[in-house]
């Protein structure tokens, strides 16, 4: 049950808004809330093309595709999930009825993962749109316009993922192929439990920010009413996804229709508003633009390269015997949490020599970062033995490079999605984001079935070559992308205005 606010609330937002020091402490129960959400995820995430191929016997290209679909669908619902917090649910509801839908995922995968695998995964992907782009949203809540901490807010918040996303990707995926897969899905669903568990304790601290939309506009039992009419509406809709997900031909349909609605609109919405903002708005969906091509390039890892690592690659770095899938999984997360505060403190080192780069450039800088890493996985196949196994060390090497790229682009783009956008739209603008990540999955997806060698019974060395070609093809594609933007960057920064 929500509390109407009073002027006290109105008052605590003030207060939230002026802390004092470097971080508000509501961003420390968001990211600890978001650390074991993303945990949940990413360990089902590692887990899906293994327990696909391994348990339900798909094909690496039917494997390939299906988990593209799935990606694809979890950040497209991120953008029904912002829409309904924005126009309906509020932040808060909208969170934690998506937390409650992936937990109850979770656990049937734990009870029965492969009769009621599409299932889980169903309930899974409704439940991560109402929690993820919500939950980042509200870190953007914490913030005055124009305040100069938040990118540093946004850099910790993404810091948060990651250690989930390690923790996650490791222990799922090392306990499912090790012990059992039903105990490795029921670790997502207790997780998930606590980050729930946590948002509820701590949501009191937020004031009044995450409240429903329309608590000053209708009384509360419509309020009700709304509300269910919402839950109700996702439950049904989860049958659907399920048909969706399953044959993933769908997905395609699925994918033409959607962007372009809610391109639609976007611009629709956009009328409503100055000139100004409308620019700004178009400034972030040039990012936007740019980002999916930006993920279907970096979200190989979960797909590609997660079968390149099964395949293709020997157990040891850096003289340490490790399973390249847990180094998959991992290592992008490790340099994350590694690099983050370097990259924040050079920033500042930059700025205070009047060098730092605009937020267009950084993003061009994100395309040259991931280029480079692409030319990196090309290059593992001149380490290669004669059956195809290549090097460990150059693969982990290249995840270093891919994510100096990332950490040039993702939590840079959460952070100007709350500043580009009037406040009524920031729930949308956040979920088209997270579209624009659905996209990129999505092509993630094709692409890497595209590399896959197409060879029955093909020799891992086959699959090294098709890989490693596709490889380089996308190092040359990310190339071009960063080179464009970098060069259209004076027109983009004109259309943000005062934002930077
Ligand atoms: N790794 C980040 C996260 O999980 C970004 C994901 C994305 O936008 N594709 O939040």
């Known amino acids: ?27 420390w129960y968001l990211f600890l809330s978001e650390m074991w959400e993303r945990f949940a995820f990413y360990g089902m995430r590692g887990m899906l093309t293994i327990f696909m191929v391994g348990q339900l016997h798909l094909t690496d290209k039917a494997a390939n595709l299906q988990y593209g679909a799935t990606q694809a669908f979890v950040y497209t619902l991120a953008f029904i999930g912002g829409l309904f917090a924005d126009k309906i649910l509020g932040f808060r509801k909208s969170i934690f009825w998506g937390g409650a839908l992936m937990i109850v995922g979770s656990f049937i995968l734990a009870f029965s993962p492969a009769s009621l695998f599409y299932i889980g995964i169903s309930f899974t992907i409704v439940g991560t749109g109402f929690f993820k782009p919500n939950i980042s949203t509200m870190v953007g809540s914490l913030y005055k316009q124009g305040d100069p901490r938040r990118d540093a807010g946004f850099g910790l918040f993404y810091s948060g993922i990651n250690i989930g996303a390690l923790l996650g990707g490791v222990l799922c995926v090392y306990i499912g192929k090790h012990y059992s897969w039903n105990l490795a899905f029921g670790l997502a669903g207790i997780v998930m439990s606590i980050s729930l568990l946590i948002f509820i304790f701590t949501k009191r ?24 009419m919402v839950y109700g509406g996702s439950l049904l809709a989860i049958p659907l996804i399920l048909i969706l997900v399953s044959n993933s031909e769908y997905t395609d349909y699925f994918m033409y229709t959607v962007g372009p609605l809610t391109l639609i609109y976007i611009i629709y919405e956009s009328f409503k508003y100055s000139a100004v903002e409308r620019q700004k708005l178009l400034a972030a969906m040039i990012f936007i633009i740019f980002s999916i091509f930006f993920w279907a390039f970096f979200e190989q890892a979960g797909g590609s390269l997660s079968l390149f690592a099964e395949h293709n690659l020997t157990d040891k770095v850096m003289g340490m015997r490790i399973d390249p899938n847990v180094v998959n999984n991992s290592s992008n997360s490790v340099f994350v949490i590694l690099l983050s505060p370097l990259v924040g403190l050079l920033w500042l080192w930059l700025s205070k020599r009047k060098l730092e780069p605009n937020t267009v450039v950084k993003f061009g800088l994100g395309f040259l970062f991931v280029s480079l890493s692409f030319y990196v996985y090309y290059y593992t196949r001149f380490f290669a033995d004669a059956n195809g196994v290549t090097s460990l060390n150059i693969f982990t090497f290249a995840y270093l490079v891919s994510t100096i ?78 080179v464009l933007l970098i060069a259209i960057s004076p027109l983009v920064r004109k259309l943000m205005h005062e934002v930077h």
């Open 1 to 27: 049950m929500e509390v109407v606010p009073t002027l006290a609330d109105e008052q605590s937002l003030e207060a939230i808004q002026n802390f004092q020091g470097k971080y508000p402490k509501q961003l």
């Open 205 to 228: 601290t937020l004031g009044p920010i995450g409240l429903s939309p329309l608590r000053d506009k209708f009384a509360p039992s419509k309020i009700t009413m709304y509300d269910i």
């Open 405 to 482: 790229g990332e950490l040039c682009l993702s939590p840079i783009g959460l952070s100007i999605m709350t500043t580009l956008s009037p406040k009524p739209l920031h729930g949308v603008m956040m979920g088209m984001w997270f579209l624009a990540s659905a996209y990129g999955q999505y092509a993630a997806g094709l692409l890497g079935a595209a590399m896959s060698t197409e060879k029955v019974n093909a020799t891992l060395l086959d699959k090294l070559n098709a890989y490693t070609e596709g490889y380089k093809n996308l190092a040359l594609y990310a190339l071009i992308a960063g």
